[in-house]
C-alpha cells in the first residue's frame, strides 16, 4: 500500500464510484498521477473501472471486496500513527495547527496570488 493508494482508498471509502477527476479533487494531484496510481490500484485488485452510464466518455472507480476487507486495517493504522504524531499535544494546540495547515494549504492552490 503506498500513500498515493491509501489517499484514493479514503476518498472511495467515503464516496464510492468516483470519476478519475473527482478523485484528483479531493485528493488533490495532478491527472497523470492519478492516471498512474489507479492503474496500479487496478493491477492490484483493489478497484474496478467502470464505464459511466450517463457519460461513456467517462469512467468510474469502485472498490473490489479486496479493498473492502482492508477497510479497518488501514483506517486502524492510520489512526495508530495519527495518535503516535499527536502524543503529548493538546487539543487546543492541534485545531491551532489544523487551522495553520488549512491555511498553509489555501496559499498554495492553483489560482491563489
Known amino acids: ?28 494531484i495532478d491527472q497523470s ?21 450517463g457519460d461513456r466518455r467517462r469512467s468510474r472507480y469502485t472498490l473490489t471486496e479486496r479493498a473492502r476487507q482492508i477497510q479497518d486495517d488501514l483506517t486502524e493504522g492510520a489512526r495508530a500513527v495519527n495518535a503516535q504524531a499527536l502524543r503529548g499535544i493538546d487539543e487546543e494546540e492541534v485545531r491551532a495547527f489544523m487551522r495553520t495547515l488549512g491555511r498553509v494549504i489555501a496559499n498554495l492552490e492553483p489560482g491563489q496570488p
Open 1 to 28: 500500500m503506498t500513500p498515493e493508494q491509501f489517499a484514493q482508498l479514503l476518498a472511495l471509502y467515503e464516496d464510492d464510484g468516483l470519476t478519475q477527476q473527482e478523485l484528483c479533487d479531493r485528493v488533490r
Open 33 to 53: 498521477t492519478m492516471a498512474h496510481t489507479l492503474n496500479r490500484m487496478q493491477r492490484d485488485g483493489l478497484i474496478i473501472r467502470t464505464t459511466d452510464p
